[in-house]
């Protein structure tokens, strides 16, 4: 069992910086891959980034490619999300998530994942 903790949301205006942390405690969090997504309200949950378990392989959302960065710290069992150039569309609840395995992957798909975060909420003003 895997226990996620997000923080680091706020309120933020356009064009500003948050970085979301996502603490992880339970079983071997280098042996698992993770991955942010968000939901808007009345929206359905999206993919935003994913990161392999030694950080080796990042992959991002369209929408975020260029702003947005992953990264981890096997030793803090913490991932982050570092938000740049924030836009008001990027307004949602964020959610970290992991997924156990013993290859070097990265999943995209909501579905893939074992265990969620309860969100942090993040939202940028015009």
């Known amino acids: 069992q895997v226990q996620l903790i997000e923080s680091g949301g706020g309120l933020v205006q356009a064009g500003g910086s948050l970085r979301l942390s996502c603490a992880a405690s339970?079983?071997?969090?280098?042996?698992?891959?993770m991955g942010w997504f968000r939901q808007a309200p009345g929206r359905e949950r999206e993919f935003v980034a994913t990161i392999s378990w030694n950080g080796a392989i990042t992959y991002y959302a369209d929408s975020v490619k260029g702003r947005f960065t992953i990264s981890r710290d096997n030793a803090k069992a913490t991932v982050y999300l570092q938000m740049n150039s924030l836009k008001p569309e990027d307004t949602a609840v964020y959610y970290c998530?992991?997924?156990?395995?013993?290859?070097?992957?990265?999943?995209?798909?909501?579905?893939?994942?074992?265990?969620w975060g309860q969100g942090t909420q993040v939202t940028v003003s015009s």
């Open positions: 998530a992991a997924k156990g395995t013993i290859f070097q992957t990265i999943r995209t798909r909501e579905t893939e994942y074992d265990y």
């Open positions: 339970g079983r071997t969090f280098s042996s698992y891959t």
